[in-house]
């Protein structure tokens, strides 16, 4: 059987106004809502996005969603089927946590999968107030994406807010 490489796409702009299948969430382990991308997430998508976490917390998450871990919920007034919750690490210098980062993207990919999704909207997890540094960030998110290819998968796409997450994107591509 012969895998379709899925199309990397980078696109400098605002993850809550893309028409996807799938956005992803960088969260936070409450799944109520926080910062960044986050909050503007649960501003967009509205009130159903946050009876959803609030369900998740009452039935399987009842302490919060681990970091590296991915939950699906309503996308609620996004233009998405979707949104998929991923909790970032927050970067050590004393500890290497790029298998978290990794697992980020890796469990969000399984799950939109699993859900039947063509096109996923990322952000750049864990980049912004968790401080990983970009290029380490951008290398492991596409990494990550390569090793996704094939159905039902056909654009995975990153959302980069600023034209330095862009270019580290554009690097981490390069290579």
């Known amino acids: 059987m012969t895998t379709t490489p899925v199309d990397i796409v980078l696109v400098r702009g605002d993850i809550t106004e893309q028409t996807v299948d799938v956005i992803v969430n960088a969260a936070n382990s409450s799944l ?22 609030r369900r998740l917390r ?11 871990r991915a939950v699906a919920t309503t996308a609620g007034r996004l233009r998405a089927g979707h949104v998929i919750h991923t909790v970032g690490p927050v970067w050590s210098k004393e500890e290497d946590r790029s298998a978290l980062l990794a697992s980020c993207y890796g ?50 796409r990153f959302v980069l807010f600023d034209t330095e997450a862009y270019q580290a994107f554009e690097r981490a591509l390069q290579k």
């Open 32 to 53: 109520l809502g926080g910062g960044g991308v986050d909050g503007a997430i649960h501003r967009r998508g509205g009130p159903e996005i946050l009876e959803d976490c």
């Open 58 to 68: 009452a039935s399987h998450y009842g302490k919060g969603l681990a970091t590296g």
């Open 107 to 156: 469990q969000s990919l399984a799950l939109a999968r699993e859900l039947g999704a063509e096109t996923v909207a990322f952000p750049a997890i864990s980049t912004g107030i968790y401080g990983w540094p970009l290029d380490s960030g951008a290398g492991i998110a596409v990494r990550v994406a390569r090793a996704h290819s094939g159905p039902p998968l056909k654009e995975i």
